[in-house]
């Protein structure tokens, strides 16, 4: 089988040069609808491998201002100041879902992370997503995983997304994790968001 056209003009073209019916299967068209939804989508991936100390002023919340881009972004823009997202597709975005996950080191007593998203329509004036906020119970003096999910139902065009976190104790960091396994060091992420559009 032909290879699978990747855009209507390569798709237009096998048509031109009179490969049809045979070489056109139902095949080719699934796969080229496939490739046209999977490379028009939106995404983002974004991560820090910063210590982040976490803030316990619920009315200054820590924001992530080490993000790096993971993977080159389809439609969104970081603003690394504050860990805000942009939607730059030129379009409202109706639905968007994926993760965010953080390494959490704590000392000290038990404590809890919050941490929710806020949207803003001009990077300024923030209002908290509803539904948005996530609380978890951190173990004292401890190294721990998280992951949740991360979605919005409606992304409007030029507005940003941005999280705050917040613990209720004295001690707690997002740290980048590491070990040494047969005299190789491996390491992990401090914290990673990422989204792609539904």
Do not use: C
């Amino acid at each position: 089988m032909a290879d699978t056209p990747r855009t209507f003009a390569e798709l237009y073209a096998l048509f031109a040069d009179g490969q049809v019916p045979g070489s056109i299967t139902p095949q080719h068209v699934r796969d080229f609808i496939a490739t046209v939804e999977r490379d028009t989508k939106s995404h983002f991936i974004v991560a820090s491998s910063s210590t982040i100390p976490v803030s316990n002023d619920v009315d200054a919340p820590t924001r992530v201002d080490s993000y790096e881009l993971l993977d080159a972004p389809r439609g969104f823009e970081l603003r690394q100041a504050d860990g805000a997202i942009r939607n730059a597709t030129g379009r409202d975005i109706a639905g968007i879902t994926g993760n965010i996950a953080m390494q959490i080191e704590t000392t000290g007593g038990t404590k809890t992370l919050s941490f929710w998203s806020e949207i803003s329509s001009d990077g300024v004036t923030w209002d908290p997503i509803a539904n948005s906020l996530r609380v978890r119970e951190v173990a004292s003096s401890n190294e721990s995983f998280l992951s949740a999910v991360s979605f919005t139902d409606t992304w409007p065009d030029g507005a940003y997304i941005r999280f705050g976190f917040v613990t209720s104790g004295d001690t707690m960091e997002f740290v980048s994790p590491s070990l040494i396994t047969n005299g190789e060091a491996v390491s992990g992420r401090a914290i990673v968001w990422e989204l792609t559009e539904q």
